[in-house]
T-cell receptor, first 114, second 114 residues
Framework: AQKITQTQPGMFVQEKEAVTLDCTYD???????LFWYKQPSSGEMIFLIY??????QNATEGRYSLNFQKARKSANLVISASQLGDSAMYFC???????????FGKGTLLTVNP | SAVISQKPSRDICQRGTSLTIQCQVD?????MFWYRQQPGQSLTLIAT?????????ESGFVIDKFPISRPNLTFSTLTVSNMSPEDSSIYLC???????????FGPGTRLTVL
């Protein structure tokens, strides 16, 4: 069964607007962490933001914020004020405490239009 | 966060040959991982590199095809053996300090097998 589901293969957004990238997850482990990575065409994986399952507040890092809805098992990434350089693949990933490995979703290709 | 470097950054190889990829971390990490990303796909974990002992391989990956070494806490190698065109992928090294919110990646090695 898929542990991480990203239902949007591709998304388009106008420069300076906000965009939400969806991620849902499945786990029975009460302790886990959720990660978002950006992968530009160069191929490197750039860490963006982390949310722990016990964190009381949604994580934020600059223009990135994570809309964490634990009961719904969703961890959507919100990018505010999109920039052309935000065009890339975005991967959601989860690591369970019982299993110290990252499991990745299939990714969402974000294109920012001028 | 730590910095990870990989060598080579890219290579074009002939079928039947082998390539060794090196991964160097600038500070000690608890765990090191090797991932494969086939064209247009998400990341798949190949194995966890264990210091001074045999790597722990994921289902579908075997030591004869992907031998891994980790002689110390900051260095690991992955060999792709007896290559075929199906091995054409980006290979990424990843490091983890053992805290909840840090797993970072090297820049990747883009391998093309002819």
């Amino acid at each position: 069964a898929q542990k991480i589901t990203q239902t949007q293969p591709g998304m388009f957004v106008q420069e300076k607007e906000a965009v939400t990238l969806d991620c849902t997850y499945d786990t029975s482990d009460p302790s886990y962490g959720l990660f978002w990575y950006k992968q530009p065409s160069s191929g490197e994986m750039i860490f963006l933001i982390y949310q722990g399952s016990y964190d009381q507040q949604n994580a934020t890092e600059g223009r990135y914020s994570l809309n964490f809805q634990k009961a719904r098992k969703s961890a959507n990434l919100v990018i505010s004020a999109s920039q052309l350089g935000d065009s890339a693949m975005y991967f959601c990933a989860m690591r369970e405490r019982s299993n110290y490995k990252l499991t990745f979703g299939k990714g969402t290709l974000l294109t920012v239009n001028p | 966060s730590a910095v990870i470097s990989q060598k080579p950054s890219r290579d074009i190889c002939q079928r039947g040959t082998s390539l060794t990829i090196q991964c160097q971390v600038d500070s000690q990490v608890t765990m090191m991982f090797w991932y494969r990303q086939q064209p247009g796909q998400s990341l798949t974990l190949i194995a966890t590199a264990n210091q001074g002992s045999e790597a722990t391989y994921e289902s579908g990956f075997v030591i004869d095809k992907f031998p891994i070494s980790r002689p110390n806490l900051t260095f690991s190698t992955l060999t792709v053996s007896n290559m075929s065109p199906e091995d054409s992928s980006i290979y990424l090294c990843s490091g983890d300090r053992g805290t909840n919110n840090e797993q970072f990646f090297g820049p990747g090695t883009r391998l093309t097998v002819l």
